[in-house]
């Protein structure tokens, strides 16, 4: 597998508090990608990152900021978090920008908004 | 803009039988198709992929796919099914350039011993 860490894993909060999700891979590959997976819509993309703060919006960023410091940690931030944003949320990595390469997933986390 | 669909929520199969999990797309351009599966509680692996070339593709654990251009479909299929092969499986398509992958909503695959 792929050395990938999401943390928390699981996470229960209310309504209107930030929330802070973290992503730490030890593969050293430039690619970051946040997802959000929700019954019937399969994986959709928040933001992702092609470099050391280089990022840029997917299609559901709306509510939802990143930050990439450092190559191997992408964080991605609800500034106030809502009940629509319960879901699940995946981290993935990828070598290169080619769209023939595969991404890389890690394993979730499950965040409940109150 | 670029669309996958899995026709199926939900397959049932028993073991030993062959399985099928349909998957169709509608992209501009030449597409690379891969297939993913996902356990409970963990994350997505790769499980193979259509770039060029043969029409067959094969990967991990004995699944392999069939793209048919003129029907733009890519067909995860396995010959004997295993109650291990229970999971929910997502099709993904990129455009031929950048990795701006859309997935489809997930099939279950249920095998019955």
């Known amino acids: 597998d792929a050395g990938i860490t999401q943390s928390p894993r699981h996470k229960v909060t209310e309504t209107g508090t930030p929330v802070t999700l973290r992503c730490h891979q030890t593969?050293?590959?430039?690619?970051m990608y946040w997802y959000r997976q929700d019954p019937g819509h399969g994986l959709r993309l928040i933001h992702y990152?092609?470099?050391?703060?280089?990022?840029d919006k997917g299609e559901v960023s709306d509510g939802y900021s990143v930050s990439r410091s450092k190559t191997e940690d992408f964080l991605l931030t609800l500034e106030s978090a809502t009940s629509s944003q319960t879901s699940v949320y995946f981290c993935?990595?990828?070598?290169?920008?080619?769209?023939?390469?595969?991404?890389?997933f890690g394993d979730g986390t499950r965040l409940s908004i109150l | 803009a670029q669309s996958v669909a899995q026709p199926e929520d939900q397959v049932n199969v028993a073991e030993g039988n062959p399985l099928t999990v349909k998957c169709t797309y509608s992209?501009?351009?030449?597409?690379?198709l891969f297939w993913y599966v996902q356990y409970p509680n963990r994350g997505l692996q790769f499980l193979l992929k259509?770039?060029?070339?043969?029409?067959l593709v094969k990967g991990s654990y004995g699944f392999e796919a069939e793209f048919n251009k003129s029907q733009t479909s890519f067909h995860l299929k396995k010959p004997s099914a295993l109650v291990s092969d229970s999971a929910l499986y997502f099709c993904?398509?990129?455009?031929?350039?950048?990795?701006?992958?859309?997935f489809g909503p997930g099939t279950r695959l249920s095998v019955l011993p």
């Open positions: 993935a990595i990828s070598e290169s920008v080619n769209s023939n390469q595969p991404q890389h």
């Open positions: 990152s092609y470099g050391v703060k280089d990022t």
């Open positions: 593969e050293n590959h430039r690619y």
């Open positions: 259509y770039i060029t070339g043969d029409n």
């Open positions: 993904a398509v990129s455009p031929n350039y950048g990795q701006n992958f859309v």
């Open positions: 992209v501009s351009g030449n597409p690379y």
